[in-house]
């Protein structure tokens, strides 16, 4: 709230860009303001462990470029020169932004530019990594479906856990155990069904990632389907007390991609022959015996039969 909060006049800000009256120190005030929410946005993303940047290049400058794509689709403008998006949603609330409360203004705008960026980098990730979005699809849709199953949400993060016994959970009674905790995890007493801390053991540390995928890869089988490597990397953290019992969905998306390319490595490499000099000269030795033993057939069939007339030369030739 206090990137919005810079701002000296929110409402006349928002009323120009809107109304088209706006000077260009104005547009470009505006232009940086919606920047830094969606870059505060970013790297609160980042703060709570997602992958946003490329991982081989952490420099702030491609946070603040990505920041600004992810906003850039709101100042399209029609051939009147207006901002359609930013007027359709400030005017729906009132005729003249000018006029709103400055703090349900900076609201709304927030509202508007997170939802925009979480948008665009749904869209960017899809581009930039296909198989990786085709990853996380399969786990969300391994989640719904299984019932050992569940997962939270907290501080915008999805995390999954496996559920207790024979596919019955800690939680509450309206919910279906996938997603009604929503990060509100609540002691469990006298077995009301309540998801609790205790179960999920948070007090203790998450489990690094190295060691769950070393884990992982001991456990892995090219032939398991997605809900299998999700549970076999559950049952890891499960089985260890040491760890928290739940983890978070962005690494096992990560895990699960660089394992199957891992072995996808070693598939390549295996169809790659290691020839030695001596496979080389025992090659040449086979090819050498090859043709020498070809000549002799060619010879006999030549002596006993064509030179004989038992059959003529044409028939011998095809035999040869």
Known sequence: MGTVANVTNLPHLVSAICNGNYQPAELAEFVDLVQKISLSYLKYQEVIGKHIRWERNRNMGELEDLALDCVAGLFMRNESGEFIQFKKYFCQSAADPGEMDEHELQILL??????????????????????????????????????????????????????????????????????????????????????????????????????????????????????????????????????????????????MRHTSLEMARERLKAQVPDSSPLDDLKLKEIEKRKVAVLQKIKNKIVDQYVASKKISREKGEIYY
């Open 110 to 255: 927030r509202r508007l530019v997170i939802k925009k960026t979480k948008q665009e980098l749904s869209r960017i990730f899809k581009e930039r990594d296909p198989e990786g979005a085709k990853i996380v699809r399969n786990i969300k849709v391994a989640i719904k479906s299984a019932p050992d199953f569940g997962s939270f949400k907290e501080m915008g993060r999805e995390y999954i856990y496996l559920v207790n016994g024979n596919g019955k959970a800690h939680h509450h009674s309206g919910t279906n155990g996938r997603n009604g905790t929503n990060g509100t995890l609540k002691e469990r007493a006298n077995g009301n069904g309540h998801l609790n801390a205790a179960f999920l053991r948070k007090t203790q540390p998450s489990i690094p990632e190295k060691h769950l995928r070393g884990e992982y890869l001991n456990r892995y089988s090219p032939k398991d389907p997605v809900s299998t490597g999700i549970r076999k990397m559950l049952k890891v953290v499960k089985e260890d007390e040491r760890y928290q019992n739940y983890l978070a969905l962005d690494m096992v998306a990560r895990i």
